[in-house]
Nanobody, 123 residues
């Protein structure tokens, strides 16, 4: 069983920034695609995804130009840099790992999930 641990969430004012991290302690996922999802009441959506070596990245239209996904395979960690945050970005953010080198935008394609970290953006 692979455990993913997210950190970096919190409360921030609109226009501010946060950086989320997702680590797999004691495991390597250098061959795995990774994704960030968020869950707001009644709505779950993909935010960003990255393939195994960082060469391909996906962003949802709602975050494009504001968020950046990256990964450091040597540290088995994936990041989500969130800038120009808006109140509508408020959600629980989850990272997920897919046993494939290629990312997917479908949550069902991911095999392992973190516990989630709350991001709250105040207006």
């Amino acid at each position: 069983q692979v455990q993913l641990v997210e950190s970096g969430g919190g409360l921030v004012q609109a226009g501010g920034s946060l950086r989320l991290s997702c680590a797999a302690p004691g495991r390597t996922f250098s061959n795995a695609a990774m994704g960030w999802f968020r869950q707001a009441p009644g709505k779950r959506e993909i935010v960003a995804a990255i393939n195994w070596n960082g060469g391909l990245r996906y962003y949802s239209d709602s975050v494009k130009g504001r968020f950046t996904i990256s990964r450091d395979n040597a540290k088995s960690t994936v990041y989500l840099q969130m800038n120009s945050l808006k109140p509508e970005d408020t959600a629980v953010y989850y990272c997920a790992a897919r046993v494939s080198s290629a990312y997917s935008t479908a949550a069902n394609d991911y095999n392992y999930w973190g516990q989630g970290t709350q991001v709250t953006v105040s207006s």
